[in-house]
C-alpha cells in the first residue's frame, strides 16, 4: 500500500511467484491492494496474498478468484507454507537462516514491532494487531546483520510506531554478540549504524528521545531520514483523530533537527477532509505545510474505515470537497518540493542503484519517494551522481 508506503518490487514478469502484501488501512489502501493483485495476477499468474486486507478473504476472493492463497498479516509460517506448496524449496543454508524477504536482494525491510498503543479515531490496525509487542533487540540485531551479510546495502526499519520501540517491555535488556542493550530505539540505531549498511527509519512519532538519534544522522552513522506521520497540523482535527502530537511543538522540533542535521530529508503523510474539517482548519495545514517546508509528502483524502471510530463523528465532508483539498494540498507542497530538489543541482550526491540508470539518494525510500535518474549502473551499487536537473519529484544527473 503506498499509503504507509510499503509495496514489494514490482519486477513481476521474471518472478517464479509474487507475493503481494496488502494493507486494509483506509479504503484508498484497499482499492490500492487490490489493484496491485490484479496486476500481479496479469503479469505473472502465481500470486500469494498477505498483509492485512489477507483477513478479507471473500472480498479478495471474489474480485481475484485465481490467487494461489490468502494469509493474514504477519503470519510468515503461513506464507512459507504457501510458497512451498507451490515452488520447490530452495536449498541455501545461509539464506535459510533469513527468513522471507519481499524487496530486490539490495534492500529489506526490518520489522521491530507489530502492533500499537495508540488509538487514531481513523485507524482499525490496533483492533487488528493489538498493542504494541516488540522484538527482541538481540533477534532484530541478528536478523540485521544476516540480511547485510547476505549482501542487503540498505535496511528499513518499519513498525507502527517505530519511536515506542520497547515501551511495552520496559525497555528490557537483551544481547547482541555477547553485549547487553536496552530495547530501545536509541540503542538499536546505534547497534544498526555500524552493520555498514544504509539505516532509514519509518514511521517515527516526534517524542522527545527521536532528538537522540538525529546526532546520529548527522554523524552519519544512520541515513539523515525521518518519516514522521504527522496526519493533520489543525489542533482540533489532531485531537479528534486522537492523534498524540501537537502542531506547534512539531515545528520547533523539525526547525531544531534541521539545525542539529541540517542534510535532514523529513518526510511525512496527512489525512485531509476529515470528518468537521472546517475550511479554516485546513487553510491552518496548509500554512503548517508552507512553514515546515518538508521535503516528501503523502497525502490522502479521509476515506471511513469499517470498524474506525471516526466513521461516528459528524459532519463528514462532501467527495468534491475532499478532492478539492487534495488538490490544493498537492499543489503547495509540489512548489515546495520543487523547490528543495532544484537546490540539489549542482550537488554530487551518493545513490544506491535499484536498476540500471535508477537509484536513490538518503532523500528517497523506495517506492514512495523521489528517484535518482541517470545513464548506466549496476543494481546495488552504491554511486555517486553529479545533479543537472531537477523536476517537483525526482533528480537527473551524472554518475561519477
Ligand atoms: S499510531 Fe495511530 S495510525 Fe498509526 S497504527 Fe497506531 S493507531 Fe493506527
Not at 60 to 65: F, L, S, V, W
Not at 123 to 137: F, N
Not at 316 to 321: G, H, K, M, R, W
Request: proline letters at 7%; hydrophobic letters at 40%; aromatic letters at 8%.
Amino acid at each position: 500500500m503506498r499509503a504507509e508506503g510499503y509495496e514489494t518490487s514490482k519486477q513481476y514478469a521474471h518472478a517464479d511467484l509474487v507475493i503481494v502484501n496488502t494493507c486494509g488501512f483506509i479504503d484508498a489502501a484497499v482499492e490500492e491492494s487490490l489493484g496491485a493483485i490484479g496486476e500481479a495476477l496479469a503479469e505473472n499468474g502465481k500470486v500469494i496474498v498477505t498483509g492485512c486486507l489477507g483477513v478479507k478473504n471473500d472480498l479478495i476472493r471474489a474480485k481475484h478468484p485465481a490467487v494461489l492463497a490468502i494469509t493474514g498479516p504477519h503470519d510468515t509460517p503461513a506464507v512459507m507454507s504457501a510458497v512451498h506448496a507451490h515452488l520447490p524449496k530452495p536449498h541455501d543454508p545461509y539464506t535459510d537462516l533469513i527468513g522471507v524477504k519481499l524487496t530486490p536482494p539490495h534492500y529489506a525491510y526490518l520489522k521491530i514491532a507489530e502492533g500499537c498503543n495508540h488509538r487514531c479515531s481513523f485507524c482499525i490496525i490496533p483492533s487488528m494487531r493489538g498493542d504494541l509487542v516488540s522484538r527482541p533487540i538481540g533477534e532484530v540485531l541478528q536478523e540485521a546483520e544476516n540480511l547485510v551479510k547476505a549482501g542487503v546495502k540498505e535496511l528499513l526499519v518499519i513498525s507502527q510506531d517505530t519511536s515506542a520501540y520497547g515501551v511495552d517491555v520496559k525497555y528490557r535488556t537483551g544481547f547482541w554478540q555477547g553485549r547487553p542493550l536496552k530495547t530501545r530505539m536509541t540503542q538499536l540505531c546505534e547497534s544498526l549504524g555500524q552493520l555498514g549498511a544504509w539505516v532509514r527509519l519509518h514511521y517515527v512519532y516526534p517524542y522527545p528521545h527521536v532528538d537522540e538519534v538525529i546526532p546520529m544522522m548527522a554523524e552519519g552513522k544512520i541515513l539523515p531520514y525521518l518519516d514522521a506521520p504527522f496526519q493533520h497540523a489543525s489542533p482540533r482535527i489532531l485531537k479528534l483523530m486522537k492523534r498524540p502530537a501537537n502542531a506547534e511543538k512539531v515545528l520547533e522540533r523539525i526547525r531544531d533537527w534541521r539545525a542539529a542535521c541540517p542534510d535532514i530529508t523529513i518526510r511525512s503523510t496527512f489525512i485531509v477532509g476529515f470528518p468537521g474539517e472546517t475550511e479554516d482548519d485546513f487553510r491552518e495545514l496548509l500554512s503548517f505545510l508552507k512553514e515546515a517546508q518538508l521535503d516528501r509528502v503523502g497525502c490522502f483524502e479521509y476515506s471511513p474505515v469499517e470498524g474506525a471510530a471516526a466513521n461516528a463523528l459528524p459532519d463528514p465532508l462532501p467527495p468534491e470537497v475532499k478532492r478539492y483539498r487534495k488538490e490544493q494540498f498537492m499543489r503547495t507542497q509540489e512548489a515546495i518540493s520543487a523547490s528543495k530538489l532544484k537546490r540539489k543541482v549542482g550537488r554530487t550526491i551518493k545513490v544506491l542503484v535499484d536498476e540500471p540508470g535508477v537509484g536513490r539518494s538518503s532523500a528517497d525510500a523506495p517506492e514512495i519517494d523521489g528517484i535518482v535518474r541517470f545513464e548506466g549502473g549496476k543494481a546495488g551499487q552504491f554511486r555517486d551522481v553529479t545533479i543537472d536537473r531537477a523536476d517537483e519529484h525526482d533528480l537527473y544527473g551524472r554518475l561519477q
